[in-house]
């Protein structure tokens, strides 16, 4: 069994984990030197905008499209609606968790209470069906 599988290479979702991109997903499209890389949105699929950035930065996926180092924005678009990374992504735990995080932060205070609030009559109810079992 190989040691990694996670490579840094064109075609590799990834996501950007520090900087104003934080939290987006992006396509390592060329490898500039041992520490950058050019990645990619696109812009229209996921909002980032072709740049350089250094791969510290980035927490590599393992999905991965079949594209040329340094291909166009358009190419990479096709290649990614081809192979339904982006679909395959958002099925994912991973990206479920991010998305259930991300919800938990924008709740309202209103909402936390509701939250706590279910959780209690569930609690109760869990309680009270393993009561009746013994």
Known sequence: MPMFTRFVQAGRLALI?????AGKMCTI???????????????????????????KRLSLTDFRTVVRRGCREKTLKKALA?????????????????KAKETRQSMTDFERFKLMVARKKRSQAVKKSLKTKK
């Not at 499209?29 to 791969?55: C, Y």
């Not at 081809?82 to 991010?98: F, N, P, R, T």
Request: proline share 6%; aromatic share 6%; charged share 30%.
């Open 17 to 21: 984990t520090f900087g104003p991109c």
């Open 82 to 98: 081809k192979d339904e990374v982006m679909k395959k992504w958002s099925e994912s735990a991973w990206a479920k968790k991010l």
């Open 29 to 55: 499209v060329d490898i500039v030197n041992q520490k950058n890389v050019v990645v990619d949105g696109p812009e229209s699929v996921t909002g980032v905008k072709r740049h350089m950035m250094p791969v």
